[in-house]
């Protein structure tokens, strides 16, 4: 039988997990003219960020252009025409993601039947990268034969694979093919040709193959984006863009990848839908860190299919900026089909309009104590133990560590305040107060994770909510203290020892002694998890390998394979004793910072010099 969904587990083909750069424009004038009320330099375009970048360096002549559809990443590991197992793309960085074997293991793909005579001599087990979609015509189905209604397709897809009965609705959710990992293929042309053949149902992927110069390629970029945003209304499905790559398989290696990103790959996205509405007042949210944000209440609007009702107005400085009032006549811009930005429009109407414009409060909403101001950007409530503060953290908490179907309003409703709170829960009681055996059965499944599941100290203690102290600077800090020490020292030692730990500064070190009381229990909890791997004394002794001026992440995952530790994108140190170059003889600032003894190898010599190794 199909398994059941076990929780969190690791990439298998991490090479197809990850993002893209995202770009508004296609070309520079495009967004001289349409960002004349913003920085243009932070706006990225694909002449810019993408063409001049690399074109200039390495010239090419061809590009690949793809439709980006508009749903869920989903990673399949495939035996010949059958899903072995399925993942989402999930937590990257830590290397997990959700188990969605429950719902596509054992499908199979009616027309991949002979993809092992294909392949001589390669196997049949590979990975593919598929993005997981509802088309409109199952939209209309799953409405009429079941009274699912989602606001749109994406709603529609998410919903579906959170369901229990997920697999059940299998036949209504369509995987368009993207990517493969384990095969060798010679260029992204025939890859794409291949998954449309052998592995597409309901939906191919759509692309179409440009050459030229650099002009030529522009235009017809650009000629390929304006097409396919003409006619997004009429196709049976949704997309929010165009996917341009590179199609040389050696410029694709070279380029490689930044932490998740393919550097060989970038995103156009289309023109925001723009409408216009009423405004109709104010409420208010508080993230962990007591910065009050003000949501605007407005007539509602329907973008692609969903009904937006409210708008986050992002900050303190920007709802004194707007200046509104009840009534005002606001315009809605639905950016990256996604978020909805409100801004005022400067009418006759809005400027006659008899009401006074809204005060920001000067009290927190949710527990009263004052709201500071002093940044001018932003307001913070003062109130360390605000309830709605306290309520955000833990949802962030168990975000970080990736624990599913637990959110604000779920962790409201079992009164759940921190960790230990969490790891100590009662399950029966959970029935009781969400009246839900299942929900009981799946905290219980999460608790169970988390205490059995090997976990680094320092990975809890960035979860647990210091402000503004990321997972990075907890690994730091934990190599150089103990959680014992956190606990024990008195203010003034704490303080001293972590200002003395090379990368932490004044502001971090007063921030975990001041908010250190808040955490006690949670920190308290960290040091008795028996699944807690602690890093304390840990030196990293492995050889440091950088790279300037190219981009291979085969090799770096070749050298980390042999114990190395490479990364392609950190900086040189006095650590580094290996450099990959583009050729020997290339200079950057780079090779200019190491020290004599560094080796400087091509990318062609490390491998050589890697096959010599044991």
């Known amino acids: 039988g199909i398994k059941q969904n076990k929780g969190s587990v690791g990439h298998e083909f991490p090479e197809l997990s990850g993002t893209l750069n995202k770009c508004k424009y296609v070309l520079n004038c495009q967004a001289e003219m349409g960002e004349h009320s913003t920085n243009r330099n932070d706006v990225w375009t694909f002449e810019e960020n993408f063409m001049r970048q690399i074109y200039t360096v390495y010239p090419f002549n061809a590009l690949v252009c793809e439709l980006k559809y508009d749903g869920i990443s989903v990673t399949a590991k495939v035996d010949g025409n059958t899903i072995v197992s399925a993942v989402s793309r999930g937590d990257t960085a830590n290397d997990e993601t959700n188990d969605l074997t429950h719902i596509f293991g054992g499908y199979k793909f009616p027309r991949a039947k002979d993809v092992p005579a294909l392949q001589p001599g390669q196997g049949t087990v590979f990975g593919i990268q598929f993005e ?30 959170s369901r229990e ?37 309901e939906v191919d992927m759509k692309y179409a193959i440009v050459r030229g110069d650099y002009n030529q390629l522009l235009f017809q970029v650009k000629r390929f984006v304006d097409d396919a945003e003409t006619l997004r209304p009429y196709m049976p499905f949704l997309y929010d863009g165009v996917v341009v790559s590179l199609i040389d398989p050696y410029l694709i290696k070279l380029m490689g990848r930044n932490n998740s990103v393919n550097k060989w790959s970038i995103a156009i ?17 508080i993230g962990q860190n007591g910065v009050v944000t003000p949501m605007a209440r407005i007539r509602p609007v329907a973008f692609m299919g969903n009904i937006q009702s409210k708008i986050s107005v ?44 809204i005060e920001f409060p000067t009290n ?7 709201l500071s101001t002093l940044s001018e950007k932003e307001a913070v409530c003062i109130n360390k133990l605000c309830p709605e503060r306290n309520l955000m953290r833990v949802t962030n908490m168990l975000a970080k560590l990736n624990i599913k179907d637990f959110g604000k309003e779920l962790i409201r409703k079992l009164g759940i305040t921190s960790l230990r709170d969490f790891l100590t829960y009662d399950c029966n009681k959970a029935e009781r107060v ?115 001026g190219v981009r291979d992440a085969e090799l770096e995952e070749l050298f980390n394979s042999k114990g190395f530790d490479a990364d392609g994108n950190k900086g040189v140190t006095k650590n580094t004793m290996i450099l990959i170059v583009p050729y020997i003889g290339f200079q950057s600032s780079k090779t200019k910072k190491v020290k004599p003894n560094c080796t400087f190898m091509d990318p062609t010599m490390a491998r050589n010099y890697l096959n010599n190794i044991r």
């Not at 079941?146 to 529609?156: H, I, P, S, T």
């Open 165 to 201: 009965d997920a697999r059940r609705f299998l036949p209504f959710l369509t995987l368009v093919p993207i990517r493969t990992a384990g095969l060798n293929i010679n260029d992204r042309q025939t890859e794409i040709e291949f998954l449309n053949k052998y592995f597409s149902t």
């Open 132 to 161: 997981c979609i509802v088309t409109n015509y199952n939209l209309e189905v799953l409405s009429k034969e079941f009274g699912l209604n989602y606001a749109n397709a994406r709603v529609a897809v998410i919903g579906l694979t």
């Open 314 to 357: 992002h900050s303190y400085k920007r709802f004194k900026q707007l200046g509104l009032k009840v009534g005002d006549t606001v315009i809605v811009e639905f950016r990256h089909d996604v978020m909805a930005y409100l801004t005022k429009p400067d009418t006759p109407y809005n400027r006659s309009n008899p009401n006074p414009v």
């Open 364 to 370: 927190c909403p949710f527990c009263g104590a004052p």
């Open 434 to 548: 969400l009246n839900s055996k299942v929900m009981a059965m799946k905290l219980h499944a999460r608790i169970e994770e988390l205490y059995k599941k090997p976990m680094p100290d320092y990975r809890l203690m960035g979860a647990i909510g210091f402000t503004s102290i990321a997972q990075s600077k907890w690994k730091l800090i934990m190599s150089q203290i103990t959680i014992e020490s956190i606990l024990r020292l008195d203010d003034n030692e704490l303080r001293n020892t972590l200002k003395a730990i090379k990368g932490i500064g004044q502001v971090a070190a007063d921030t975990i002694v001041s908010e250190r009381v808040y955490m006690y229990k949670d920190i308290v909890m960290i040091a008795n998890m028996p699944c807690v791997e602690r890093t304390y004394g840990h030196v990293d002794t492995r050889v440091q390998v950088r790279f300037t």
């Open 269 to 285: 996205k289309f023109e925001a839908e723009v409408k216009q509405t009423i405004f109709l007042g104010y409420e208010f949210t």
